[in-house]
Every structure is written in structure tokens, then in C-alpha cells.
């Protein structure tokens, strides 16, 4: 019989998730996956920043934010033919998923059309659309779905009762009313958040429960290990242990049995051992990054090398055939991460 879906988890059986023994845990993680997935295809989605840096929040793992000084220049929104060469780029290297970030704690109004109409330019291409923007009204909402917006990636980052400790200029339920606007308009949610924040196992546990209950679980939830970008208040933060994070996904994968868990943010500083054990205990998507896959990009190099070395293979899917028990395969810059061109190391509320 396959894992039930759930909406009601408590944070004492997570919790006593991240407590079993490595291998137990790993092997329960890994049979879940088998219930929805091919255990041997990855999903692969490619972030663009479409607005870069410049950001009025204070989000403190965030290179973006106009108040730390980070080196990242400030750069208005991309012109829509920039945008799709980019995504044409992606396209034909094999991504099936294209992100559009967007440095902002909200967009205006009157960015809406010009946002919606790279999200049709990209759709005519045949790829998965998946934006964030940060926050937005049920307007805004509406108005990105008839464009033809597939997945809109909004994080939670963290526990409740972290977020203040990292974030000072909204609220958590800023996140969950945007998450409600965007399901609300009827499309598909890519929502995870960040671990090695400083956080506690409990708060771990704490994200993975708020992901987990809400009224639908999220398509894709991507998990970002924090990259450290000096000038950004998170910098110094000791280093999670990485059979800690390989729980974390374990975990995800056990409480959402059929979304798609994306290895995020973070991705670069983990070895090829690390990110074996996370493809072993359920993750099954990436970020490439937005140098693309045909480039002379090296780090295209080694994750084709690390799939060769696994025996691991791109899913391939066109928008129309991804099935909802899928869902966000991929990913949207969703999350965090490295949305940037040369930032690997940036997380946007992506990711
Ligand atoms: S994560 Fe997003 S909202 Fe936060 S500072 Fe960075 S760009 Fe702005």
C-alpha cells in the first residue's frame, strides 16, 4: 500500500524521523521514492535572474539585498528577448524547466506585463515556466497564471519560530498568504527552504512540518544548503553537518511522498558523495545553474560526469505531460539559490 498523503504531521514523529539510525532512515526515504519516481531520472530546471540585487529586504543569508555590501551590482529587469535567447539556451541544452527570479520583495503593478509576457515567450518554447518575484497580491497571482505561469517558487526558509532570527522585514504568514494567492489562482507551488542557518534539528523539523501541512504539499520543494557570502549577516555560521543535511531530505521525501526534491542553493560545496547519498534518500531534482548545460561551463562538466558516475539520467518532460503527483520536478529558482549568474552563491527566494 502506498505512503498515505498527509496534512497533519506533529514535530515529535518528525523529530523522531531525524532520529533513527542513518541507514534506516535512508532506506525507509528511498523505498517512499520508488512509490512515485524512477529512482534513476533527475529533474533539471535552470534559473535566470531576470532582476538582480538591489532588493529593499533583509533577508540575512541574501547577497541581493541592497543593505549588505556584497558586491553584487544592481540590474533592472532583463529585456524579454534577452530572456528568451536564455531560455532557448536552456532549452537546447535539455533543461525542461525555466526560472525566472526577480530581485523584489513584491512586484509593482506595472511590472506584471512585462514579466507575463517573457512567461508566454518562454512557454512557446515548450519549456515549464517558473517564476519568483516574491510576494503578490491575488491579482498579481491571476494575472501570472494566464500568462501561462506554471510554477510560482516562494519560500518558506525556515521554521516559524526561526524566521525573525533571519528575516526582519516580513512575516511568516506574508509567505503563507502569497503560497494561498498562488493556489488559489490554480497553479503549482515550489516551496522549500534553507538549512545550515543555525537552526536546531527541532526547527528543521519545524520547516519540513509547516511544508508538509499545508492544504496541498508543495510540487517541488527545494532544500538550499546556506551558502556563506561574506558582507551578508549569515556569513560565519557554523557549517551543517552533511549526514544532517542528507536527513533533511530523507525526511522531506518521507513527509512528501510525491513531490519533487530539489537539491538547491548550496549544491556546489558538496561533493559527489554527498549529493549520491541525498539522489539515494529521495532527492530527484537540480538546479544547473543558469550557465547552461552545452557551455563550456565546468561545473555542467561535473554534474554530467557525477550522473555518468551514478548511472543517472535527465528527465525529460514537456509541460504538458508533468503530472501533478510530479509536480514542481523542478524547480524554480525557487528557492535560493544561486539564481545568479556568477552567484552560485546567491539564494533568491528562490529557490
Ligand atoms: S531572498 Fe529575495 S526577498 Fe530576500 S533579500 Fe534576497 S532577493 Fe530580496
Known amino acids: 500500500m502506498p505512503t498515505p498523503i498527509r496534512h497533519d504531521y506533529r514535530r515529535e514523529e518528525i523529530l523522531a524521523l531525524f532520529d533513527l539510525p542513518f541507514t534506516e532512515l535512508v532506506f525507509r526515504a528511498a523505498s517512499v521514492h520508488r512509490e512515485h519516481f524512477d529512482p534513476t531520472r533527475v529533474q533539471v530546471s535552470t534559473l535566470l535572474s531576470i532582476k538582480t540585487g538591489g532588493c529593499p529586504e533583509d533577508c540575512g543569508y541574501c547577497p541581493q539585498a541592497a543593505r549588505y555590501d556584497t558586491g553584487v551590482a544592481a540590474q533592472k529587469l532583463m529585456d524579454a528577448d534577452d530572456v528568451l535567447a536564455r531560455a532557448r539556451q536552456a532549452r537546447d541544452a535539455g533543461a525542461t524547466r525555466f526560472c525566472m527570479g526577480a530581485a523584489w520583495r513584491s512586484p509593482k503593478d506595472r511590472d506584471i506585463p512585462k514579466v507575463a509576457a517573457m512567461i508566454r515567450a518562454v512557454r512557446g518554447l515548450g519549456l515549464e515556466t517558473c517564476a519568483t518575484l516574491g510576494m503578490?497580491?491575488?491579482?498579481?497571482?491571476?494575472?501570472?497564471?494566464?500568462?501561462?505561469?506554471?510554477?510560482?517558487?516562494?519560500?518558506?526558509?525556515?521554521?516559524?519560530?526561526?524566521?525573525?532570527?533571519?528575516?526582519?522585514?516580513?512575516?511568516?504568514?506574508?509567505?503563507?498568504?502569497?503560497?494561498?494567492?498562488v493556489r488559489a489562482a490554480g497553479m503549482k507551488t515550489c516551496c522549500g527552504g534553507i538549512v545550515g542557518m543555525g537552526e536546531s534539528r527541532e526547527q528543521r523539523a519545524g520547516l519540513l512540518q509547516t511544508l508538509a501541512n499545508l492544504p496541498e504539499h508543495p510540487e517541488s520543494v527545494p532544500v538550499n544548503?546556506?551558502?556563506?557570502?561574506?558582507?551578508?549577516?549569515?556569513?560565519?555560521?557554523?557549517?551543517?553537518?552533511?549526514?544532517?543535511?542528507?536527513?533533511?531530505?530523507?525526511?522531506?521525501?518521507?513527509?512528501?511522498?510525491?513531490?519533487?526534491?530539489?537539491?538547491?542553493?548550496?549544491?556546489?560545496?558538496?561533493?559527489?558523495?554527498?549529493?549520491?547519498?541525498?539522489?539515494?534518500?529521495g532527492a530527484n531534482s537540480i538546479f544547473y545553474g543558469e550557465k547552461l548545460l552545452t557551455t563550456d561551463n565546468p561545473e555542467t562538466d561535473r554534474d554530467r560526469r557525477l550522473f555518468e558516475r551514478l548511472g543517472l539520467s535527465v528527465l525529460t518532460v514537456a509541460p504538458q505531460q508533468d503530472s501533478d503527483a510530479s509536480g514542481c520536478g523542478s524547480a524554480c529558482a525557487c528557492t535560493t539559490g544561486a539564481a545568479e549568474a556568477d552567484a552560485e552563491a546567491a539564494m533568491e527566494e528562490v529557490v
Open 136 to 181: 503578490l497580491s491575488a491579482d498579481q497571482a491571476l494575472a501570472l497564471k494566464d500568462a501561462g505561469l506554471d510554477y510560482y517558487n516562494h519560500n518558506l526558509d525556515t521554521a516559524p519560530e526561526f524566521y525573525d532570527s533571519v528575516i526582519g522585514t516580513r512575516v511568516y504568514q506574508d509567505r503563507l498568504d502569497t503560497l494561498a494567492a
Open 225 to 281: 544548503l546556506l551558502v556563506q557570502v561574506p558582507g551578508t549577516p549569515l556569513a560565519g555560521t557554523a557549517a551543517l553537518d552533511p549526514f544532517e543535511f542528507v536527513r533533511t531530505i530523507a525526511v522531506a521525501r518521507l513527509l512528501m511522498p510525491a513531490s519533487t526534491v530539489r537539491l538547491s542553493a548550496g549544491r556546489e560545496a558538496m561533493n559527489d558523495e554527498m549529493q549520491g547519498l541525498c539522489f539515494l534518500a
